[in-house]
């Protein structure tokens, strides 16, 4: 490499100056992870903001699948079945974000009982987290282990319909609640129930469950109320 006058490095032309590897290599890295972190970011944005248009798409999708989960028998594919119309009960809920303005009106008095975070934490952890589970137990442990994610949605209906009455209006959720939680549901409590012969303590362990789930959401509203009101 030739030097010139003042001891710099001379360039003859078309050469480009480049910095130190390490340099070049630290800066590109520290790019790199800023870059992953931001679609890492970006994507739990969208998620939490489109949720509910993801699972109406997923429900579709496990609907398809259900005939060769039928091969595994009619009771195990009932207890797959609760899923995917969870879903799409999830849709006409959370549409255009329907029930959280709702509960945070009729709930809330105004205030922000529930956020978008929340929303979305409480449904797909309280949601699709149990059923999933609740399928695993009963594929690989007992088959009455299916009866939590049977429960679940027949308690959830049974709350749209409460409040219907109560309030003497529509609340989100309420036309899949009638139109697929309580047919398939019902009707997949008689088969599985049969077909694990349950026992009434595995049918109190399963609704105490979806009672359990509900009481923490619960929790959470009053919670979040306390807070905002200090």
Known sequence: MRLTG????YLASGEIETAPDDEAGS??????N??????????????????PYAALFTAAFLLVLLPFIGALG????LVY??????????????????FR??????????????????IFVINSAGVWGVDLLALFLAYY????WGLIAIYLPLLNGLSHVAATVALRRYNPGLWTSL??????????????SAASQATPGAHIAAVAIAIAVHALILLHVKLRLRRLAR
């Not at 800066?27 to 790199?32: A, F, V």
């Not at 009619?74 to 594919?77: E, H, K």
């Open 81 to 98: 079945l609760q899923l995917p119309l969870y879903m799409i009960h999830q849709f006409e809920e959370h549409d255009r974000d329907r």
């Open 74 to 77: 009619l009771p195990l594919a």
């Open 6 to 9: 003042d001891g710099s490095p």
């Open 141 to 144: 442990g007992n088959l009455a």
């Open 27 to 32: 800066s590109g890295s520290l790019e790199l």
């Open 34 to 51: 800023r870059g992953h972190a931001g679609l890492a970011s970006g994507g739990m944005r969208w998620l939490i903001r489109e949720w």
């Open 179 to 192: 139109a697929l939680f309580f047919p398939f549901g019902i009707w997949a409590l008689v088969v599985v």
């Open 101 to 118: 303005i709702f509960a945070n009106q009729v709930i809330g008095g105004g205030r922000e009982a529930f956020t978008p975070r929340a």
